[in-house]
């Protein structure tokens, strides 16, 4: 059995974050490498699906409430409630863990901001 990801040690109480939020299948930290002003990670509570394309196929009625979610916390941490979503996949992408998750970005972002 492979090691649990950071994410489910930190839902476990394992290493400190700061949960921004929380439902009952999805909570929400900060990214501890922002890569803009409000950068925010989006994660699934089970750690089932290692990508979007794997959450998307297996349970896309999570893949709607992380998206759903994902939009509530902009409305809250940016000053206009726009964003960008980002779902890494695969290490060529950027992934660097394999526990699917969505990077909510906003704050002054603009077309070419953010490697876009």
Partial sequence: MSEPSIFTRILNGEIPAEVLGETE??????????????????IPKTAEYRDVAEIAAGDPTLLAEMVSFAKELAAQHTDDGDYRLVFNSG???????????????????????VGA
């Fill in 91 to 113: 290490t060529n992408a950027g992934q660097t863990v394999f526990h699917v998750h969505a990077h909510v970005l906003g704050g002054g972002l603009n077309e070419k901001s």
């Fill in 25 to 42: 299948r999805v909570f929400a930290i900060r990214d501890i490498a922002p890569q803009a002003p409000v950068h925010l990670l989006v």
